[in-house]
């Protein structure tokens, strides 16, 4: 099994940057893909961005196209989310999560029931 642990959250002004972090340790080579998502209170999960771990392949979530990137990094098995431009509206808890099935096509990137693995979660709160 795979376990995450998100990092890097914190309280930032509307318009800063913050960089998370997504520790994988146990049997991280079955990860296919690792993707964020976030939930803000009263609000359902949604899907952030997602990376393909065997490839550079990445995918966001328009609200945050242009503001977000992520990255991974196999040396430390760990996937990054830099975003910059910060809004109030991105205030939420972060998650990452990992995929270890292998899955036909790339829409299944965007949907949190593909994810097998989930991190504790970061808190992210953007000031106005």
């Known amino acids: 099994q795979v376990q995450l642990v998100e990092s890097g959250g914190g309280l930032v002004q509307a318009g800063g940057s913050l960089k998370l972090s997504c520790a994988a340790s146990g049997r991280t080579g079955s990860i296919n893909a690792m993707g964020w998502f976030r939930q803000a209170p009263g609000k359902e999960r949604e899907f952030v961005s997602a990376?393909?771990?065997?490839?550079?392949?990445?995918y966001y979530v328009d609200s945050v196209k242009g503001r977000c990137t992520i990255s991974r990094e196999y040396a430390k098995n760990t996937v990054y989310l830099q975003m910059t431009s910060l809004k109030p509206e991105d205030t939420a808890v972060y998650y990452c999560?990992?995929?270890?099935?292998?899955?036909?096509?790339?829409?299944?990137?965007?949907?949190?029931?593909?994810?097998?693995?989930w991190g504790q979660g970061t808190q992210v709160t953007v000031s106005s």
């Open positions: 990376i393909s771990w065997r490839s550079d392949s990445t």
């Open positions: 999560a990992a995929m270890a099935r292998t899955y036909l096509g790339t829409s299944y990137y965007f949907r949190a029931a593909s994810y097998d693995i």
